[in-house]
């Protein structure tokens, strides 16, 4: 298993999601719902509960890293942000080669891929450096200390600012994934795959970084 990690930039904090951000995550996610549109977040304590134990459960097979992000011009908690479908390649043998059978990741034996996901934000933190620094902070984290070959992100097809924002932190559109998964809204959703390899890393780099100066 990959252990705890927590990631600090200079305006935001990346922590391990625990049961205590609870209510810092109810109070980000209420600010404006209005502002979600094609991403699902928790609505009310409960919920927002609800949601906490569900990725704490997730991230208890070893193959995803939740965090919590906390804006650090005030200490408010502002959204959650995860690793996901950690995956480790096979060894040339045995036959047949390919993804997901190297084991559960761990220090010692790192991702080989990862995904960056499950991304949200309180109102006021969108549109802001917080989004830029958060994927500095995970993407330096994935080529730098892993040693990780690609970095996955993804969206509904629909969801055109999301889009425009992946592509503004260099991420590479890959395709659509047709009748992928549920969308927010209960209809069935298109998927727009976008990725960064370990050989784009440092020109992405040096744009998040140029983007944050």
Known sequence: MLAP?????????????ALTHVVGLAAAAAEERGSYGYTWVPDGLDETQTYVEAALE????????????????????????????????????????????????????????AEIGSTWYAASAQRTAINTETKLLLLTHAFETWRSLRVTLKT????????RAIE???????????????????GLRDTAYFSIVAAEWFVVRAGLVNRLA
């Open 58 to 113: 997730h991230a208890s097979g070893g193959r995803a890293i939740p965090f919590a992000v906390r804006r650090l011009s005030d200490d408010a908690v502002v959204g959650s942000t995860r690793f996901l479908d950690l995956e480790v390649f096979q060894e040339p043998a045995p036959w047949p080669p390919g993804i997901g059978t190297g084991g559960v990741p761990s220090d010692e034996n790192p991702p080989s891929v």
């Open 168 to 186: 503004r932190i260099g991420g590479r559109f890959e395709g659509v994934r047709r009748v992928h998964t549920v969308a927010t809204d209960g």
């Open 5 to 17: 990690i927590t990631l600090t930039g200079r305006h935001v904090r990346l922590e391990p999601l």
């Open 156 to 163: 509904d097809a629909r969801n055109a600012a999301s889009r």
